[in-house]
């Protein structure tokens, strides 16, 4: 007996077809307005606090890998400006860790744990 082996890729575009082939133009409509719909409907985290639409966090993601990609670029072609970011995160450290801020820090640390917990376990 022979065996056909169909990957998942495959299988997936099998039905997608299948289905788009035998779907009446109004249905295939209902169906796009759907899918299009879902993509830019906003949804909840676990905490029930609201997220970004599937096509929002896409565009989000995007943007921030080519803030990342230029960044690390920036970074290791100009020395001057990695001192200077080196300069100032040093000094963020120095102020967030002074002993006049720190208990102020853990303030709002401790607040924050708080209300994330509060809101996970209503």
Do not use: H, W
């Amino acid at each position: 007996m022979t065996s056909i082996n169909i990957s998942d890729v495959q299988m997936q575009a099998i039905i997608a077809k299948s289905i788009m082939d035998n779907i009446t133009p109004e249905n295939r409509d209902e169906i796009m307005r759907n899918a299009l719909a879902e993509i830019m409907t906003p949804t909840k985290d676990a905490y029930n606090r609201s997220k970004n639409s599937p096509l929002q966090q896409a565009f989000v993601n995007a943007a921030e890998n080519v803030a990342n990609k230029i960044a690390s670029e920036k970074l290791e072609a100009d020395d001057s400006f990695k001192a200077e970011i080196e300069k100032l995160f040093n000094e963020v450290s120095r102020r967030l860790f002074a002993d006049e801020v720190r208990e102020i820090l853990i303030d709002k640390i401790c607040g924050a744990v708080k209300d994330g917990l509060s809101e996970r376990y209503r």
